[in-house]
C-alpha cells in the first residue's frame, strides 16, 4: 500500500497517523508467523516456570489462588518489554534498504511517520497476551475478563511509548547497527529483573528494592498483577497507570523529535 500523495497535502495529522499505522499493520497481516514466532519465548517461560513456582509456592499463590494468578500477569509484561523493545530493529532495516529515506520524503508530517508506528505496536502487544491469557485458563489461571481487558490497555499505552523509544534508538544509532542491540539488551534486562517480574523482589537485598521503586516496569507489573487477580479497587491500578501514560508521553516526544530530525 503507497501512502504517498500527488500535489499539495491536503491531509491532517490526523489521516497521516492512521495512514502509516494501516500500512505498519498491513506488514503484520502479511506476515503472520512473526506474531506467532514472538509468543514462543513467552509461552516456554509460562509452561517451564509456572510448575516450578507452583511447586516453591504450593498450590496456593499471592492472591490466595493458582500461582499462575501471580505468573502470568509478568509474562503478559514480558511480551510487550520483548515485542516493543524490538521494534526499532524493523525501521534499521528500512533505513538500510532505503525505505525510510523515501517515507520522509512524502508530504506526510513526521511527527505522524513516529506516532502510527508507536501505536501499531497496540495490535500485536494485545492479540499475543489475550492468546496466552487464554492459554493458561485450562491450567488453572481465573480469568476475569473486564479487569484482563483494563490490564492490557495499560499495557497497550505502555508499549507504545516503549516502541517509539525503541524507533527512536533505531535513528541514533542507524549508521552504526551493533549499538541498536547492545543498547537494547543492556537496559531490557535489568529492568525485567528489578520489576519482579519472574520472582518477588521482597527477599532480595535493599539496594534493589529501592532501585525497583524508580522503575516504571515496576508499577506496571504490581498493576497487571492486581488486575489479573480480580481487583480494581487497588492505588497501584492508579499507580501504573500514571507509568504507562507517563511512559508514553516521554518515549513519543523523544521519538518524534528524533523523526523530525532525521535527514531525508
Do not use: C
Not at 13 to 39: A, H, Y
Not at 41 to 57: E, I
Not at 67 to 89: N, R
Not at 103 to 124: H, N, Q, V, Y
Amino acid at each position: 500500500m503507497s501512502i504517498t500523495t500527488a500535489g499539495p497535502r491536503a491531509t491532517g495529522v490526523l489521516t497521516d497517523v492512521g495512514n502509516v499505522w494501516w500500512r505498519e499493520t498491513l506488514t503484520i497481516v502479511r506476515d503472520p508467523f512473526s506474531l506467532i514466532f514472538s509468543m514462543l519465548q513467552p509461552l516456554v517461560f509460562l509452561g517451564l516456570f509456572g510448575p516450578l513456582l507452583a511447586g516453591v509456592a504450593g498450590d496456593t499463590g499471592v492472591f490466595g489462588e493458582s500461582s499462575l494468578q501471580w505468573f502470568l500477569p509478568g509474562v503478559v509484561v514480558m511480551i510487550a518489554m520483548f515485542g516493543t523493545s524490538m521494534t526499532g530493529a524493523n525501521l534499521q532495516f528500512e533505513i538500510m534498504t532505503g525505505a525510510f529515506e523515501r517515507m520522509l520524503a512524502t508530504p506526510l508530517a513526521r511527527s505522524s511517520l513516529m506516532i502510527g508506528r508507536a501505536l501499531k505496536e497496540l495490535t500485536p502487544l494485545v492479540v499475543q497476551a489475550a492468546i496466552v491469557t487464554l492459554v493458561a485458563v485450562p491450567f488453572g489461571f481465573v480469568l476475569y475478563p473486564l479487569h484482563v481487558l483494563a490490564g492490557l490497555l495499560i499495557l497497550g499505552i505502555f508499549g507504545i511509548g516503549v516502541g517509539a523509544l525503541s524507533y527512536a534508538l533505531a535513528i541514533a544509532a542507524r549508521k552504526t547497527e551493533w549499538i541498536f542491540w547492545a543498547v537494547q539488551q543492556s537496559v531490557l534486562f535489568p529492568l525485567l529483573i528489578l520489576s519482579g517480574m519472574m520472582l518477588p523482589l521482597e527477599t532480595g537485598p535493599a539496594w534493589m528494592r529501592v532501585a525497583s521503586l524508580v522503575n516504571p516496569l515496576t508499577w506496571i507489573v504490581d498493576a497487571e498483577r492486581v488486575l489479573f487477580a480480580g481487583t480494581f479497587a487497588d492505588p497501584v491500578v492508579l499507580w501504573g497507570l500514571l507509568a504507562a501514560l507517563a511512559t508514553a508521553a516521554v518515549g513519543l516526544t523523544v521519538g518524534v523529535r528524533s523523526m523530525q530530525g532525521a535527514s531525508a
